[in-house]
Nanobody, 119 residues
Framework: QVQLQESGPGLVKPSQTLSLTCTVSGGSITTSAYAWSWIRQPPGKELEWMGLIAYDGTTYYSPSLKSRTSISRDTSKNQFSLQLSNVTPEDTAVYYC???????????WGQGTQVTVSS
């Protein structure tokens, strides 16, 4: 069974860059046809897909966040990472990493990590 674990700072100051890493075990991030996503849920709001990195390294981003988001991976560590630049308090959310077949939704999720943007 695939397991995902998010890690990173729980508090980020406004205008800084939020950086999170998802460590994957029980499966490889290069497994064909799978996509590795970042999703967030602000307090009182619905889940919001932020972007993904596919098994071949191709990235896709939400249009609303594309200008501030970067997703990368380290295949040697079986990890993928999120960077969100120029954060504001509106970026406060629980951030999740998840995986599923491209176009078929999510099969496994991380437990989520709370990130608060505040000075």
């Amino acid at each position: 069974q695939v397991q995902l674990q998010e890690s990173g700072p729980g508090l980020v100051k406004p205008s800084q860059t939020l950086s999170l890493t998802c460590t994957v075990s029980g499966g490889s991030i290069t497994t064909s046809a799978y996509a590795w996503s970042w999703i967030r849920q602000p307090p009182g709001k619905e889940l919001e897909w932020m972007g993904l990195i596919a098994y071949d390294g191709t990235t896709y981003y939400s249009p609303s966040l594309k200008s501030r988001t970067s997703i990368s991976r380290d295949t040697s560590k079986n990890q993928f990472s999120l960077q969100l630049s120029n954060v504001t308090p509106e970026d406060t959310a629980v951030y999740y990493c998840a995986v599923g077949r491209l176009g078929y939704g999510y099969e496994y999720w991380g437990q989520g990590t709370q990130v608060t943007v505040s000075s």
